[in-house]
Structure formats: structure tokens, C-alpha cells
């Protein structure tokens, strides 16, 4: 054992005094969250919609319009309200893009509501806004929709009944029961069926169990090194069990795993404000993971012939299963069989683990998927040691 040991120091310190070891290590998936967190986790956070309001009518139905539809969104947070004097003031607000949206109350809007007659909101709209837009109509389509429910009970209650002859207090205590019975506008928070992680954590996370497969690879791949380099026959020929020799190009790809995962996730912590989770739970996944992308990439290594080669079959291998495991995008949001599909990655596994963390599981939430990374390190970790161990013979 003190030989393997010493065999992982002596590659540690090299790794260590490696500056593209570092790089890949540290530096890109660092630079690489920043930048992600940067440009998506931004556009996943929308900005409140902002309308302005022109009120021609001054009457009841524009108020409630007005107060109770616009001014519940904006209580929410949903949109900002703002009032034109005009029509004219109104179109150039939109025009400048100051607004997403205007809507316009015609003079007699509430006199035509109550007496049955055409009415209509307008909505004007900033051409370079068109999901505002969208939106600002779907509000002004769903009021309008309750002002015609409110009309056809108020026509039900009163059918065959000369409007004329009711009192105006029946009338307006029937319009209120009407519009009572349903809101104009009704927003709702729904809370996500499934745990997802927030996207500094996301972005994090992901690009540590990224570059993680090629920061391992380091310890193994030296090994072809040596044998090329022909110093693995003098390190044979010492007296020491030639295992010692396999178990220390293991230790240092695990120990430089460890080190890197170890400082991301506190330097993302401390610089991005991504919140991993319990602990103990997040050493566990860590653990999994690092074992799982040994086990990876010392089996890619035992079927090539060559370092370069090595390298470049790992590259592939680290980029597929990113790719398919959700390290750049969640994929979870895909569905259906590429979501099943990307259970066979040590990815997907690792960032399943870290939401289950997410929801407020304690160590125990992440076990599932550090048992299924550790299944990976098992099932490809017997076979490269046996592939390897052809390796070290003398």
C-alpha cells in the first residue's frame, strides 16, 4: 500500500505542477458556469410585463378593469401599471418601447356594458414585444369573456322580463351576484411536480460533473504514458507488487477528482451562490461521481493503445454523456425516452441526487443515486482493472 501511495504522490504532484491540468480542472468549469449562469439563468428569470392604461370612460367597469384585473397582477409582481393621458400618448409610449402594451378604455365603456351594447377594450402593442402583447390581449380577452358571462346570467334572471320595468338596485344586485360568481383574471403560483435545482446550482453542478471526467483521466492515462515513455518496465522491475503500480494511477485519478469537485463546489458557493444541499449528501454524490468517472474513463484507457488515444476516445466519451445526461440543459424538460435514456450516464444520476438535496432531503435523499454511481464504478472499474492489469505485467 505504502507503494501505490507513493506512485499517486509522485503523479499528484506533477498534476499539481500541470497548468493544463489546473485548466481543465478548476479553471474552464468555473469560467464555464459563470458564463452559463450569466446568459441563461438571466433569461429564465422574465422581467414583469409593462402596460399602460388610458381610461376615456371613468366609469365603474374600466375601474374594476383597472384596479382589481391590473392591479392584482401588479401586486403579484406579473406586471407594472402606468397611466397615459391619451390615446396619442399612449401609441408613442409603445412606439418608443417604453411599454409592452396599452390598453385602451373608450369613452362609454361602462354605459355600453350596461346596457348590453358593442363594447371592446384595444389593446396597442410594442412590435418588439410580442409575448407582452400576447399576454396584454389574453387579459383583456379573459375580462371581456366574464363581462359577457356576467351578461348572459343578468339575461337568464331576467328573461321575459321588460328590463325597463326593473329597478335599477335589482338590476345592479343581480350584476353583482353575476360577476361575483367568477374573477376576470386568476393567477396562480403552481409549484413544480418535480425537485429542480435553481440556475446557479444547475450550471454549477453541471459543469463540475462535466470536466470531472476529464480531470480523472489524468491518473490513468499516465499510465500508457509510462509505458510509452519506457519508464513503467524500470518501475516493474522495482521491488514492489506490480497491483501497487495500478492501485496508485487509481489513487491519484480518484484524489484529483476529489480535489476538484472538493474546491468547485465551494468556490461556486462562495463566488456564484449555488446552493448544493445538505452537506453530507453532497460528499456522497461527490464520492459517487468521482468513483463512476474512474471507473469510465480506466475503461476507456484499457482499450486504447495509446495515451493521445486514450485522451481522444475519453474526450468522446465525457461529451456523449454530458450531452445525454443533462449536464448542459435539464432533461427532464425533454421527456419521454431521451429522459430514460439518460439514466445510463453517472450525469444524470449526480444532478437527480443534487435536486432530491434541493427539496430539502437530508443524506439519506442522495443515496439512491450515489448507489447507481457507484454501480457504474463497480461494472466498468472490475473490467478496466482486469484490461489494465495486462498492463503492468512484466
Do not use: C
Amino acid at each position: 500500500m505504502g507503494a501505490a501511495l507513493r506512485i499517486a504522490g509522485k503523479d499528484l504532484r506533477e498534476r499539481v505542477r500541470d497548468r493544463s491540468a489546473l485548466l481543465m480542472a478548476i479553471v474552464l468549469p468555473l469560467v464555464l458556469a459563470f458564463i452559463y449562469d450569466l446568459i441563461f439563468g438571466s433569461a429564465a428569470i422574465p422581467r414583469p410585463f409593462d402596460y399602460a392604461v388610458v381610461d376615456l370612460d371613468g366609469g365603474e367597469v374600466a375601474r374594476v378593469f383597472v384596479t382589481d384585473v391590473l392591479g392584482e397582477a401588479e401586486k403579484q409582481g406579473y406586471v407594472t401599471v402606468r397611466t397615459a393621458s391619451g390615446v396619442t400618448a399612449g401609441e408613442e409610449l409603445a412606439a418608443d418601447g417604453a411599454v409592452d402594451a396599452v390598453f385602451v378604455l373608450p369613452a362609454g365603456f361602462t354605459a355600453a356594458v350596461r346596457s348590453a351594447a358593442p363594447a371592446e377594450v384595444e389593446v396597442i402593442g410594442n412590435v418588439d414585444s410580442p409575448t407582452g402583447v400576447d399576454v396584454a390581449r389574453s387579459i383583456a380577452r379573459s375580462y371581456a369573456a366574464e363581462i359577457d358571462a356576467s351578461r348572459l346570467a343578468v339575461a337568464a334572471v331576467l328573461a321575459g322580463r321588460d328590463h325597463a320595468d326593473v329597478p335599477e338596485r335589482e338590476l345592479a344586485a343581480i350584476a353583482q351576484k353575476a360577476a361575483a360568481a367568477t374573477r376576470p383574471l386568476v393567477l396562480e403560483d403552481v409549484s413544480a411536480r418535480e425537485k429542480i435545482l435553481d440556475t446557479q446550482t444547475y450550471f454549477a453542478a453541471g459543469m463540475a460533473v462535466f470536466f470531472l471526467f476529464f480531470t480523472v483521466q489524468f491518473g490513468v492515462s499516465s499510465l500508457l504514458d509510462e509505458r510509452a515513455q519506457g519508464t513503467l518496465a524500470r518501475l516493474l522491475a522495482a521491488p514492489i507488487p506490480r497491483v501497487s503500480v495500478l492501485a496508485g494511477k487509481l489513487i491519484a485519478s480518484l484524489a484529483l477528482g476529489l480535489l476538484s469537485m472538493t474546491v468547485l463546489v465551494v468556490a461556486t458557493t462562495v463566488l456564484m451562490g449555488a446552493a448544493w444541499g445538505n452537506p453530507i449528501g453532497v460528499a456522497l454524490l461527490v464520492l459517487g461521481g468521482v468513483l463512476a468517472a474512474t471507473g469510465v474513463t480506466a475503461l476507456v484507457a484499457s482499450l486504447a493503445r495509446t495515451a493521445d488515444q486514450a485522451g481522444g476516445w475519453q474526450a468522446v466519451i465525457a461529451v456523449v454523456l454530458g450531452l445525454l445526461g443533462g449536464a448542459f440543459i435539464p432533461i427532464s424538460q425533454v421527456g419521454g425516452f431521451v429522459a430514460t435514456l439518460s439514466l445510463v450516464t453517472p450525469h444524470a444520476w449526480f444532478m437527480r441526487g443534487l435536486a432530491e438535496l434541493a427539496g430539502g432531503g437530508g443524506p439519506g435523499a442522495a443515496l439512491p443515486a450515489t448507489a447507481a454511481m457507484v454501480g457504474f464504478s463497480v461494472v466498468t472499474g472490475a473490467v478496466a482493472v482486469i484490461r489494465l492489469g495486462k498492463v503492468v505485467r512484466p
